[in-house]
Structures are given as C-alpha cells and as structure tokens.
C-alpha cells in the first residue's frame, strides 16, 4: 500500500517494476509516462532489467532516473530543481484512503537528496516503494 504514491506517479511502464499490488491512480495518464520515458530514452529492456532485478535499483541509468525527473515535475509534484513539492502532494492526496501512509512516507521520504534532480526523485520514488 506505501508503494501507491510511487505508483500514481510512474504508471504505466515503470508501474510493473514497483509492485504487483498497484491501485494505479488516473492523475498521471498513460501518455505523460510515456512522454517522458521516449524523452529520456528509456527502453522496454531498461526497465525489464530493473523489474527483473538484473539491474539494481542504485545502478540505474541516468536516463531512468530522469524520466522519473520528468514524471514528477510534469505532474506537478516536483520542481525542476528536484525539490518535491510536499504540500501540493498532500493536498492531492488529502481526501484519499492513503493519505496517512503518504504523509508518513513524505516525512521519511521527502529530504532525500540525490546527485542531481533526476537522483533526486529516483531515490525519493525509491524510499517510497520501499516503505514499510
């Protein structure tokens, strides 16, 4: 259930790689997921690697971690500097069954602060993923 928000905003593709248990949120549609994936060259054997565990979540390649970049600043929870936009995600998420995990993760999750932006929000969408 904590991996949802990570969920809503990858979608589609990248979906698959963070949990078989998604309750896939429609704010993020199917063509922005893709936008940024061919943005950012993200290939089917990318993310087949990382679904499959042939490639670790920490060896990513650069191109994967933008279009996450990508995916959160095109859906309004991430500035283009890689600063997540914690208020505009709780009050996305301030009527919803998961508002409690979400603010817990964003506690948790939110400082996180990677190599450059597209780290950045990797390794947030990561610790989200990975919450417990």
């Known amino acids: ?3 949802t928000f990570a969920l809503t905003l990858l979608l589609g593709c990248l979906s698959g790689i963070l949990a078989e248990q998604a309750n896939i949120d429609s704010s993020v549609s199917k063509e922005l997921v893709t ?3 061919k943005e950012n060259g993200v290939t089917p054997q990318d993310l087949a690697d990382l679904q499959s565990g042939k490639v670790k ?8 971690k933008c279009s996450s970049q990508c995916i959160l600043v095109k859906s309004g929870f991430m500035d283009s500097t890689g ?19 979400i603010e817990r993760d964003l506690d948790r ?24």
Request: proline share 0%.
């Open 1 to 3: 259930m904590r991996a």
């Open 35 to 37: 936008g940024c994936l």
């Open 57 to 64: 979540a920490e060896d990513a390649k650069d191109n994967v």
């Open 83 to 101: 600063k997540l936009l914690t208020d505009k995600v709780k009050s996305y998420y301030a009527n919803s069954n998961f508002k409690e995990v």
């Open 109 to 132: 999750c939110s400082a996180i602060k990677g190599a450059n932006a597209c780290d950045t929000a990797f390794q947030i969408l990561s610790c989200f993923q990975t919450a417990n």
